[in-house]
């Protein structure tokens, strides 16, 4: 199977998300690491997703479970103290009405990610586990396989708008790698601060380095700019994010990567049709429809598809082969693959040489 496909887009995203997950970072050291997809903030979305994890604090962060804690959540489990407390004597004023807390407060009890307890009509609480700081850098990648001149220019703006916010440590721009003299040109566009990695045959190249961004200080983020000529006199519209608020952006986006992964695709799409398989390539698994020949994509894998047909109904009954059919064998890859994002031994270890179904 060729690397990377040149199917789509989305086979392109995936292979990047594979790569990443087995070879991060592209130079030096492994380092312990989940990959997710299409996530982001307001209205950016990165196309993958790296997250550089403390390896104790992650062990910690996993003890509260695979679902991912929202920001209310937090607030409490970072702030809950070592004994029984009044829960408005121990956590700091939200910002919000401390119903909001309550409803936090049961919802960590019952994810057992809290202790709590009436007492005197007043409700105590006490931590399990302390919230910790297991994000150590965030890294997006924006994947753009066909880079035409349209696309470096769309690009460029987006890319000088994760650079401006610095929510993300690192920025980089993977594509395919060619022998054309256009190709130099248009990657000169991007900002210098944008790395840059190429995806071909013999695997990834690091064209350009990144400059690390300031996560630590206020960021701006540009809502909207002027498209420029010599009588466009419009003001840039932009927001400035604190430090704070950047803060809790980086740990929404870490969480959500957390709880879904990258292969959650298979969930908006049909693994319960014949034509479904699994290809092996050169960083494992990747969905390949039978019907078209090539990796579908999520819009045209559903159930209105022409060549959507169902498997035998006794795929699906008595436990044929083992535990159902050719589908839920599909499933039960992909939900292995994905849990391994839970366990830091597991991240920075190769999973190559499995045979497909």
């Known amino acids: 199977m060729s690397f990377p496909p040149g199917d789509s887009e989305f086979a392109f995203e995936l292979a990047s998300c594979a790569w990443a997950e087995q070879e991060w970072p592209p130079t030096g050291e492994p380092t312990p690491a989940i990959v997710a997809r299409q996530l982001g903030w307001q209205q950016r979305r990165w196309d ?28 409490v489990l970072q702030h809950a103290p070592e004994s029984w407390t009044y829960y408005r004597e121990a956590l700091p004023h939200p910002g919000y009405p401390w119903r909001y807390v309550r409803e936090s407060i049961h919802e960590a009890t019952a994810r057992d990610a809290l202790e709590s307890r009436k007492r005197g009509g007043q409700i105590e609480i ?38 401006a916010a610095g929510i993300a440590d690192e920025v980089w721009l993977a594509t395919t790698g060619t022998d054309s ?4 040109a248009l990657l000169e566009r991007i900002p210098s601060e944008v790395g840059i990695l190429t995806l071909g045959p013999e695997g990834v190249d690091v064209r350009w380095r990144p400059r690390t961004l300031d996560t630590e200080q206020a960021g701006i983020d540009i809502l909207d700019r002027s498209e420029g000529g010599s009588h466009d006199q419009s003001a840039a519209q932009f927001e400035v994010l604190s430090r704070a608020a950047k803060s809790e952006k980086r740990y929404d986006i870490a969480e ?19 034509h479904f398989d699994l290809t092996v390539g050169r960083y494992g698994y990747r969905p390949t429809c039978t019907a078209f020949d090539r990796t579908q994509t999520p819009r045209e894998c559903r159930g209105s598809c022409p060549h959507f047909q169902p498997e035998p109904p006794q795929h699906r009954q008595g436990g044929w082969p083992i535990e159902g059919g050719p589908g839920q064998t599909v499933k039960r890859i992909l939900r292995e693959r994905s849990a391994r994002r839970h366990s830091v031994s597991s991240t920075v270890t190769s999973d190559r040489g499995t045979a497909s179904r």
């Open 48 to 75: 993958t997703i790296v997250i550089e994890v403390e390896p104790d604090a992650f062990e910690t962060r996993a003890a509260f479970g695979p679902e991912r804690l929202n920001s209310d959540l937090r607030h």
């Open 126 to 163: 006490r931590r399990v586990e302390k919230y910790p700081d297991w994000v150590d850098r965030i890294i997006a990648i924006e994947n753009k396989p066909d880079l035409d001149a349209s696309a470096a220019r769309r690009l460029t703006d987006q890319l000088e708008r994760d650079v």
């Open 181 to 184: 003299r256009v190709e130099p």
């Open 256 to 274: 959500r990567a957390y709880e879904r992964g990258w292969r959650h695709y298979v969930e908006s799409m049909r693994p319960d049709c014949a």
